[in-house]
Nanobody, 120 residues
């Protein structure tokens, strides 16, 4: 079993910065993909950013140039640095991991979500 613990959400003014963190714990697996998704009220959950084990990254177009995803493979942490935030970034942000177990099985896990509110 894999557990994800998120931190770093909160209230931030437009143009400000926020850093989200997520720690994955468990044993007998390796993490292939780590990422962040978000869901705003009345909208579908969307991928914000993801980072693969080799270091390559994907971003949704709306955050390119403003958000940066990174990971610490040794500690199984993933971070989302959010700069120049906008009101439309307001959402619940979810940490996501896709793992490969030592046995060969594959699974995905989600964090509990952390609220990010961009408002003056």
């Amino acid at each position: 079993q894999v557990q994800l613990v998120e931190s770093g959400g909160g209230l931030v003014q437009p143009g400000g910065s926020l850093r989200l963190s997520c720690a994955a714990s468990g044993s007998s697996f390796s993490i292939n993909v780590m990422g962040w998704y978000r869901q705003a009220p009345g909208k579908q959950r969307e991928m914000v950013a993801r980072i693969f084990s080799g270091g390559s990254t994907n971003y949704v177009d709306s955050v390119k140039g403003r958000f940066t995803i990174s990971r610490d493979n040794a500690k199984n942490w993933v971070y989302l640095q959010m700069d120049s935030v906008k009101p439309e970034d307001t959402a619940v942000y979810y940490c996501y991991v896709y793992i490969v177990r030592d046995s060969g099985g594959r699974s995905e896990y989600w964090g509990q979500g952390t609220q990010v509110t961009v408002s003056s």
